[in-house]
């Protein structure tokens, strides 16, 4: 997993549950409410697409994904941070985008509808990994305990691990993150990035107790 050369010394990444406790605060601020739905994994996208028109007092017009171009050829880092700035999404402000130089150059996508949540995608040999910071290890009350969680936890976050990384800054973590070829079409890197934030929403939850 490709480590994050931008994080300065001395500083520690926020875990995931952060960012979800702030969107969750701000959506409740905001006069929302929480509606849990079951749809077939295939739709969670078009799920999700449609919640954001819900969130405006009408729903006016039809609804549409949108078709998003095919790689066509493995990406390149370059040639992946050009796609994504393209996307409605991030021209629209909801994502917010930036290029990561390092060793090994990455793409970090800010989250902004869910306050700010990062999310990181480095090209690394024939796949794309794409991942986050879940929790860090000095957050979790009982270590072995919540290692044992998260090993009988598989079945809970479709197309999403979580492993233990250790920061340039000294700093251990647990992220979570998935990986999909570097020939994936556009839709599918995008797809992958929202099951990926899905997932952390959940494990967020699932694991709460487990966290200081």
Avoid: C
Avoid at 17 to 32: K, N, Q, T
């Amino acid at each position: 997993m490709p480590s994050r050369k931008s994080t300065p010394a001395g500083a520690k990444k926020k875990p995931s549950s952060f960012y979800m406790r702030r969107m969750r605060g701000a959506l409740a601020e905001a006069g929302y409410v929480k509606h849990e739905s079951w749809v077939l994994p295939e739709n969670r996208e078009l799920l999700k697409r449609l919640e954001k028109r819900l969130r405006q007092p009408l729903l006016a017009g039809t609804f549409r994904l949108e078709e998003y171009m095919s790689a066509g050829e493995h990406w390149t880092i370059d040639r992946l941070y050009g796609a994504l700035q393209a996307l409605d999404e991030v021209t629209s402000g909801e994502i917010g985008i930036g290029l990561v130089q390092g060793a090994e150059p990455s793409i970090k996508l800010e989250m902004n509808e869910y306050g700010g949540l990062p999310i990181y995608l480095a090209v690394v040999g024939e796949q794309i990994i794409v991942d986050s910071v879940l929790v860090d290890r000095e957050a979790i009350a009982d270590v072995a305990r919540f290692n044992d969680a998260v090993l009988r936890s598989r079945e809970l976050f479709p197309l999403s691990s979580i492993g233990i990384e250790t920061m340039p800054n000294g700093q251990t973590v647990y992220n979570m993150f998935g990986a999909l070829s570097a020939a994936s079409s556009l839709t599918n890197v995008v797809t992958e990035v929202f099951t990926l934030v899905d997932n952390l929403q959940r494990a967020a939850e699932a694991f709460e107790d487990f966290f200081k």
